[in-house]
């Protein structure tokens, strides 16, 4: 059982927006802003898409963003595109004692 | 071009030692808090452990604690994990990161393509 919570799948149209909900706990997500989200396709490393909640990294297209609210971060993908089909990660600092958690993992199917 | 590449996985059997390692390229190595990650087949990513830039740091999750232990050779670029006692729950593809801005709360934004580890007798 992973430490945040992921829905295990989400779809869309192309054109269309859609958002992935990562839920934790005071002790990661609700007390950290050091919240991210990880692109990873088929046999592919993952790819960094959002640090610290809501920044992009040189590079990333900006039809992705991400918010945060109380010990819930989101992920919304907006005019989506076939290429946007992959599995997402979101992660956070712990102060629990093991440093970093990722959630489950939610697989993006563009319809 | 920036780059992580690892190395040294491989089939060993319950109870076994491995070492991994990981080269960077492309980047000033000994700028940056560097971590293992993990993905079982079919699974999500799980962190593993991290490590200070000049090694007096390091942090692991609890699962490996005793019996994995990262280390780093800044003047090799290199990063390495050595693994003792290995469990049939160790066996995934093991990634190596770095942490962005130099700090131990940086997002990983740069991968390497990973090294596989089977556990089985």
């Known amino acids: 059982q992973s430490a945040l919570t992921q829905p295990a799948s989400v779809s869309g149209s192309p054109g269309q927006s859609i958002t992935i909900s990562c839920t934790g706990t005071?002790?990661?997500?609700?007390?950290?802003?050091?919240v991210s989200w990880y692109q990873q396709h088929p046999v592919k490393a993952p790819k960094l898409m959002i640090y610290e909640v809501s920044n992009r990294p040189s590079g990333v297209s900006n039809r992705f963003s991400g918010s945060k609210s109380a010990s819930t971060a989101y992920l919304t993908i907006s005019g989506l595109q076939a290429e946007d089909e992959a599995d997402y990660y979101c992660s956070s600092y712990t102060n629990s004692g093991t440093f970093w958690v990722f959630g489950g993992g939610t697989r993006l199917t563009v319809l | 071009e920036v780059q992580l590449v690892e190395s040294g996985g491989g089939l060993v059997q319950p109870g076994g030692s491995l070492r991994l390692s990981c080269a960077g390229s492309g980047f000033t190595f000994s700028n940056y808090w560097m971590s293992w990650v993990r993905q079982a087949p079919g699974k999500g990513l799980q962190w593993v452990a991290n490590i200070r830039q000049d090694g007096s740091e390091k942090y692991y999750v609890d699962s490996v604690k005793g019996r994995f232990t990262i280390s780093r050779d800044n003047a090799k670029n290199s990063l390495y994990l050595q693994m003792n006692s290995l469990r049939a729950e160790d066996a995934a593809l093991y990634y190596c990161a770095r942490s962005r801005g130099g700090n131990p709360f940086g997002a990983f934004d740069i991968w390497g393509q990973g090294t596989m580890v089977t556990v089985s007798s």
């Open positions: 005071s002790s990661d997500v609700g007390g950290s802003n050091y």
